[in-house]
């Protein structure tokens, strides 16, 4: 793989070095986010880190059509009833994480990283720009512009910032142990967004990578582009080693 090249806006100077990340991917089948296993995983590994019997730890799967509601609990950005939410095969559900609603869906990356704030010697917003780096990391791998760090609209946004290709919302509980993350637009099916105001943002529109793309920087398979992401992250928090061996059960759909 290529090497990656510095976001323009980084500062790899401000990140330190961390000895390892288990890494564990769920792609084969899309994760229900309300489903026990998920819903609670992130919740025993938060503690399990905070306690230090793991080290920090990425999750990297995707969801079936699914419609988050952050912390602040923003239902008036959801422009659909719930009947009509159902009638699509979509699911709402409220979370703890931070940030306004938000779709998920297959054909997005989505990253929770379970990392110690405090061992990394990180602050909560640089923790942040951290994420919207990763992500602007991998946009330039295929030719694109893009930045983050705007005003009151946390993620990162391409096309002279007037579309979004990645969005930020994560928790820090007690302990500085992080969770929930960010999700990136590789090829989703786009039409979901227009039964929310995403982010609660209603002037600027969602995109995606194969979207954004010209005809010189051709898309890769998602799964490959996931992986894209993944040696992102891993090279912006500055991780030297990572490994697999934490196993993540799929789901069952019902």
């Not at 950005?77 to 559900?93: C, D, F, K, Q």
């Not at 940030?99 to 929770?112: N, R, S």
């Not at 994420?131 to 609209?153: F, N, P």
């Not at 928790?171 to 039409?191: C, E, K, M, Q, Y």
């Amino acid at each position: 793989m290529a090497p990656v090249p510095q976001p323009q806006t980084a500062s790899a100077s401000h990140w330190f070095k961390a000895s390892a990340c288990h890494i564990s991917r769920s792609l084969g089948t899309p994760n229900r986010y309300g489903n026990p296993p998920l819903k609670h995983q992130q919740n025993e590994l938060v503690e399990k880190r905070r306690v230090g019997t793991i080290c920090d730890t990425l999750l990297c799967l995707q969801h079936p059509p699914t419609f988050t509601v952050g912390k602040r609990r923003t239902l008036h950005n959801l422009l659909s009833t719930p009947a009509v939410v159902r009638s699509m095969g979509a699911e709402i559900h409220q979370t703890e994480r931070g940030g306004d609603i938000t779709f998920h869906g297959p054909g997005q990356a989505v990253l929770y990283p379970i990392l110690s704030l405090r061992d990394l010697k990180l602050g909560v917003r640089k923790y942040v720009e951290g994420l919207e780096d990763t992500m602007i990391r991998l946009c330039h791998l295929y030719g694109i512009t893009a930045r983050g760090r705007m005003v009151k609209e946390t993620g990162v946004w391409v096309s002279d910032n007037r579309k979004k290709i990645g969005a930020v919302g994560v928790r820090v509980s007690s302990g500085s142990i992080t969770s929930h993350g960010l999700a990136f637009n590789i090829a989703p099916d786009l039409s979901f967004f227009q039964h929310i105001v995403p982010c609660g943002i209603a002037d600027k529109e969602v995109t995606s990578l194969s979207k954004e793309l010209s005809s010189s920087h051709p898309l890769q398979e998602q799964a490959v582009v996931t992986e894209q992401l993944i040696d992102c992250f891993v090279q912006q928090f500055g991780f030297e080693a990572f490994n697999w061996p934490l196993t993540v059960e799929t789901p069952t759909q019902s």
